[in-house]
């Protein structure tokens, strides 16, 4: 039964780089058929898909983010992790990473995290 | 980018009912379009994938379908443990979602 589990810093101070860490239990990371992204939630709104990444270490990024994110992969942990740079109150939201899997040309967030509720304030 | 928008925005229903939920994306995007459940509290939960495929374990009262641009998410028979928000998304250009239609108890 594979796991995801999110960590990092639950308040962040504006302008500064929001850094979260997706562990992958129960399974491996390095597994062809996955891409492992991130999605995020502010309260009581919709969910906003952040970008993902592959084990080769390719990226797709949302464009709407303005080249504030980028991931990362780890394999020897079966981590990958996500930053956010420039951080305003806009980006207080909940943080999910998700295993993200392949069929024919589409691909469906099959296994999620529980979330990380991650507030941007002084 | 692609849009996606869900009708209506929320719906009332009682044990039994039958819901449908509908789904519409701004062009065309086959049949990429994936289906998800979220009780308050909880990360979202896939139901369908591919329009019309139902994940692994999930109930056979829900119903998905659709192509090109319109899609409908159809609960046959409302159970309890129903009542949630659920969202479409697309997966023909990375990722949207849409936002969201929240299933209350009348």
């Known amino acids: 039964q594979v796991q995801l589990q999110e960590s990092g810093p639950g308040l962040v101070k504006p302008s500064q780089t929001l850094s979260l860490t997706c562990t992958v239990s129960?399974?491996?990371?390095?597994?062809?058929?996955?891409?492992w992204s991130w999605i995020r939630q502010p309260a009581g709104k919709g969910l906003e898909f952040l970008g993902r990444?592959?084990?080769?270490?390719?990226?797709d990024y949302n464009p709407s983010l303005n080249s504030r994110v980028t991931m990362s992969i780890d394999k020897s942990k079966n981590q990958f992790s996500l930053r956010l740079t420039s951080v305003t109150a806009a980006d207080t939201a909940v943080y999910y990473c998700?295993?993200?899997?392949?069929?024919?040309?589409?691909?469906?967030?099959?296994?999620w995290g529980q979330g990380t509720l991650v507030t941007v304030s002084s | 980018d692609i849009q996606m928008t869900q009708s209506p925005s929320s719906l009332s229903a009682s044990v039994g009912d039958r819901v449908t939920i509908t789904c519409r994306a701004s062009?065309?995007?086959?049949?990429?379009l994936n289906w998800y459940q979220q009780k308050p509290g909880k990360a979202p939960k896939a139901l369908i994938y591919?329009?019309?495929n139902l994940q692994s374990g999930v109930p056979s009262r829900f119903i998905g379908s659709g192509s090109g641009t319109d899609f409908t998410l159809t609960i046959t028979s409302l159970q309890p443990e129903d009542f949630a928000t659920y969202f479409c998304?697309?997966?023909?250009?990375?990722?949207?979602f849409g936002q969201g239609t929240k299933v209350e108890i009348k």
């Open positions: 129960g399974g491996s990371i390095s597994s062809g058929s996955y891409y």
């Open positions: 591919a329009a019309s």
């Open positions: 062009e065309s995007i086959s049949t990429y």
């Open positions: 998304q697309q997966s023909s250009d990375t990722a949207t």
């Open positions: 990444i592959y084990i080769s270490g390719s990226t």
């Open positions: 998700a295993r993200t899997r392949m069929y024919s040309f589409g691909t469906v967030f099959d296994n």
